[in-house]
C-alpha cells in the first residue's frame, strides 16, 4: 500500500498515521481554530465556497469582549471548541475528530497497548454517549459495560447537553481514584449506576486456549495496535505445535486500530486476494492485497463478531467472509468504513480526518450499516462473551454449560468439520 504524506504543520513532511478506530479511543481520554490574530476587518471569503474567516474573528472578539462570565473566556477554549466544531460539522459522528495535545499523548499509548482509565470506547450516536466496547480486564468489563449501553451520567451529573470531549475529560483520571457511572440498557431501558477505580491498563491484544473436550482453539484478538501482527504469527505457531485443528478467532469487542495491523492478521489466514479496497475522496478504487506468507491459511476458522466489532475488525472479518475462508457468527458489526489519518497541528494538536471510505473484497461498503453474520446469534442479555483465560480449567461439560451460545455454535460449526477430531477426555 502507498504511504501518503502530509505536512504535519511544522514545516515537515511526515507520514500519518493510519488508523481504523471506531472512535478515537475515548476510553476515557478525550477531549477552537485561534482567531485572536484577525480583527473586525481582517481577511474576508471571497467566495460562498470559501470559509468567511472575518465572521469567525467577529464572533470571536464579540465572545472576548462581552460575554459576561469573563472567568470562561480562555483563548485556548475557544480555539479548541472551533477546530472540533470544525470537525463534527463534516457529520462523520464518531470517527472524524480534533484531539488535543493530551488525546495525542493518549492516542499513542493507546496504540502501545497502554491505556489509563475505566477501559472503554464512547461514541455519539443518535442525541446519547454509548459505548462501543469494554476492554479487556478493565474496570468497565469487570464490572459489567456493556456494548451499547448508554450513558446517562458521569458523578451524579446529567449529560445530555454535554459535548463528547467534555464526557471524557470527566471520566478520565488519576488511576486509584473513583468515577460513577449512570447507564441504560438499550433493549430493556433499564438504568443502574456503577462506580469504577480508574486503573492503568496494560491490554494483552492476543490471548488463546484449547478449549475443553477439543481440539480447537479459542483465539482472541482485543484489538488491532501496534505489533498485535507480530504477537499473533508467534501465537500462530504455538497453536500448531499443539496439535490444534481448528480456530475460533474471537473479535467481539475489538474497537479496532491500525490499518497496517488488519492487513497483516488477515493475510495470516489467506492464500491470495484482496484483504479490503479502499476508495478516496475522488472515487478511486485501490486495492489492498494480501500478504505473502501466512502462518494458518489452511487451517479451518470460524469468526465471532458483535456490535463492539469496530473499524480492524471489520476489514478482517469482511475479508475472511468474502473470500469464503471462515463463517462468521454473533451479531451485526460497528459499521465503522473510513480510514483515518492523523493531521498534526503546530502546537501539538491533531486532526483525525476519515480519507478514504474501505470496501471488502467484493466491493460492499458497511459505513454505518456494519457486516451481517451468515449465522446471527445473539447473547442473552447480561452474558457477556467468554475470555480464554476464564475457560483455563474448565471442563468439557462446564463449557457446554456456558451461556455464550456465540462461542458455542462457532465449536459445533467447526467440530462438523470432516477434518477435525475430537479429544477425549
Same mark, same amino acid.
Given at each position: ?12 513532511? +511526515?507520514?500519518?498515521? +493510519?488508523?481504523? #478506530?471506531?472512535?478515537?479511543l =475515548? ?6 481554530i ?9 481577511c ?15 464572533? #470571536?472578539?464579540?465572545?472576548?469582549? %462581552? #460575554?459576561? @462570565? ?7 477554549e475557544?480555539? #479548541? ?7 463534527? =460539522?463534516? !457529520? ?15 492516542l ?5 497497548g497502554?491505556?489509563?482509565?475505566? *477501559?472503554i470506547?464512547?461514541?455519539? &450516536? ?5 459505548v462501543?466496547?469494554?476492554i ?12 451499547g449501553?448508554?450513558?446517562? &451520567? ?19 483520571g488519576?488511576?486509584?481514584? &473513583?468515577i460513577?457511572l449512570?447507564l441504560?440498557?438499550?433493549r430493556?431501558?433499564?438504568?443502574? $449506576?456503577?462506580?469504577?477505580? +480508574?486503573?492503568?491498563i ?8 484449547? /478449549?475443553p ?35 475460533i /478467532? ?15 492478521? =488477515? ?27 501466512? !502462518? ?19 476489514i478482517?472479518? *469482511?475479508?475472511? $467472509? ?9 451479531? @451485526?458489526?460497528? *459499521? ?5 489519518? $492523523?493531521? @498534526? ?19 460492499r ?11 446471527v446469534?445473539p447473547l442473552?442479555? @447480561? ?7 476464564a475457560?483455563r480449567?474448565?471442563?468439557?461439560? %462446564?463449557?457446554? $454449560? ?9 465449536? +459445533? ?13
Amino acid at each position: 500500500m502507498e504511504t501518503l504524506t502530509k505536512d504535519d504543520g511544522a514545516g515537515l513532511n +511526515r507520514p500519518p498515521t +493510519r488508523h481504523v #478506530y471506531a472512535w478515537p479511543l =475515548a476510553m476515557a481520554f478525550i477531549a477552537g481554530i485561534a482567531f485572536g490574530w484577525l480583527s473586525a476587518t481582517g481577511c474576508a471569503s471571497s467566495s460562498k465556497n470559501e470559509p468567511d474567516f472575518q465572521l469567525m474573528a467577529q464572533a #470571536y472578539n464579540t465572545i472576548q469582549h %462581552q #460575554y459576561v @462570565n469573563r472567568a470562561e473566556v480562555q483563548p485556548k477554549e475557544l480555539t #479548541y471548541g472551533a477546530l472540533s466544531g470544525m470537525v463534527d =460539522a463534516l !457529520g462523520d459522528t464518531g470517527h472524524s475528530t480534533f484531539l488535543t495535545p493530551e488525546m495525542v499523548k493518549e492516542l499513542r499509548n493507546t496504540e502501545r497497548g497502554e491505556f489509563k482509565g475505566v *477501559g472503554i470506547e464512547i461514541q455519539p &450516536k443518535e442525541g446519547h454517549v454509548v459505548v462501543v466496547a469494554p476492554i479487556d480486564g478493565s474496570p468497565a468489563q469487570k464490572a459489567g459495560v456493556q456494548p451499547g449501553d448508554i450513558i446517562l &451520567k458521569v458523578a451524579d451529573q446529567d449529560i445530555a447537553d454535554w459535548p463528547i470531549s467534555k464526557v471524557v475529560e470527566h471520566i478520565t483520571g488519576r488511576a486509584g481514584t &473513583k468515577i460513577s457511572l449512570t447507564l441504560q440498557d438499550p433493549r430493556t431501558s433499564r438504568t443502574r $449506576q456503577i462506580t469504577l477505580v +480508574r486503573a492503568s491498563i496494560k491490554l494483552h491484544e492476543i490471548t488463546w486456549q484449547q /478449549l475443553p473436550g477439543t481440539s480447537i482453539a479459542h483465539l482472541r484478538l482485543a484489538s488491532f495496535d501496534s505489533g498485535v501482527t507480530r504477537d499473533l504469527k508467534k501465537s500462530l505457531i504455538d497453536i500448531r505445535r499443539a496439535g490444534i485443528s481448528g480456530v475460533i /478467532l474471537d473479535l467481539r469487542n475489538n474497537p479496532g486500530g491500525l490499518l497496517d495491523e488488519a492487513v497483516g492478521v =488477515a493475510s495470516q489466514f489467506l492464500n491470495g486476494g484482496n484483504v479490503l479496497l479502499a476508495k478516496d475522496a475522488k472515487g478511486k478504487i485501490s486495492a489492498i492485497p494480501v500478504e505473502k506468507g501466512g !502462518g494458518a491459511t489452511n487451517l479451518p476458522i470460524v469468526v465471532l463478531v458483535n456490535g463492539g466489532s469496530a473499524s480492524a475488525a471489520e476489514i478482517v472479518s *469482511g475479508s475472511l $467472509q468474502d473470500l469464503h475462508r471462515g463463517a462468521l457468527v454473533g451479531e @451485526n458489526t460497528f *459499521g465503522t468504513g473510513t480510514v483515518l489519518e $492523523q493531521f @498534526n497541528l503546530r502546537d501539538g494538536s491533531a486532526i483525525l480526518l476519515a480519507v478514504e471510505e474501505w470496501l471488502t473484497p467484493n466491493g460492499r461498503s458497511f459505513w454505518h450499516k456494519g457486516i451481517i453474520p451468515e449465522f446471527v446469534v445473539p447473547l442473552p442479555p @447480561n452474558v457477556s462473551p467468554l475470555l480464554p483465560s476464564a475457560e483455563r480449567g474448565m471442563t468439557a461439560e %462446564q463449557l457446554q $454449560q456456558s451461556d455464550d451460545r456465540q462461542l458455542l455454535t462457532a465449536l +459445533r460449526l467447526l467440530s462438523q468439520d470432516k477434518a477435525l477430531s475430537t479429544v477425549n477426555q
